[in-house]
């Protein structure tokens, strides 16, 4: 009786562990674009790609990533993920831009506007945060040392006098060797 039950317990075992129940890599994939296409309702997610930093005339590609991609993820804070990780991710674009320098922002008309923009620069250890202003950001900071600028677009909703986000995306881009 004892080695029926150390069977049966065995195979329990074993069965929980099995591949059987995990989903493979063409199903997460899947999944992970079902996910992204959530934001699909408030953004045509086509849309992101066609965003751009503009530096002397020139269009450079706006690299994204999606810091929350419902109103439920965004209501719960999963918005952090480290900037070392995100850089080898993405491959942000970079921008020989110098000190007083001004990269905009260029949005295309059928994309939804954002109820808020902000960017964070950071270089080295310092990091400031600011709202964009008329879709403009003027390169600051220490000569000769990278900066990464982190663009954030919000939309939001008013539950209740309760103001949150229910997407957000960000977009990077380096300024490697400002003088």
């Not at 439920?72 to 070392?84: H, I, K, V, W």
């Not at 003027?138 to 103001?163: A, L, M, Q």
Request: charged share 25%; hydrophobic share 30%.
């Amino acid at each position: 009786m004892k080695k029926l039950i150390f069977i049966m317990l065995v195979t329990i075992a074993l069965g929980a562990c099995s591949p059987l129940g995990t989903p493979n890599k063409e199903e997460s994939q899947n999944s992970s674009k079902d996910s992204t296409n959530q934001v699909a309702d408030k953004i045509d997610v086509v849309q992101l790609d066609k965003v751009q930093f503009i530096y002397n005339n020139k269009a450079y590609e706006a690299k994204y990533k999606l810091k929350c991609k419902t109103s439920a993820e965004c209501s719960e804070g999963n918005d952090y993920f480290p900037l070392d990780k995100i850089k080898k991710e993405i491959k942000p674009k970079k921008i020989d831009a110098n000190i007083g320098d001004q990269i905009e922002i260029r949005i295309p008309n059928t994309f939804p506007s954002p109820d808020q923009i902000l960017y964070h620069q950071q270089q080295g250890a310092t990091g400031i945060q600011e709202t964009v202003d008329k879709n403009v950001i003027e390169v600051t900071g220490d000569k000769r040392e990278e900066i990464t600028y982190i663009v954030n677009f919000n939309w939001k909703s008013n539950d209740n006098d309760n103001t949150k986000n229910i997407y957000s995306v960000a977009y990077y881009f380096e300024v490697p060797n400002p003088t």
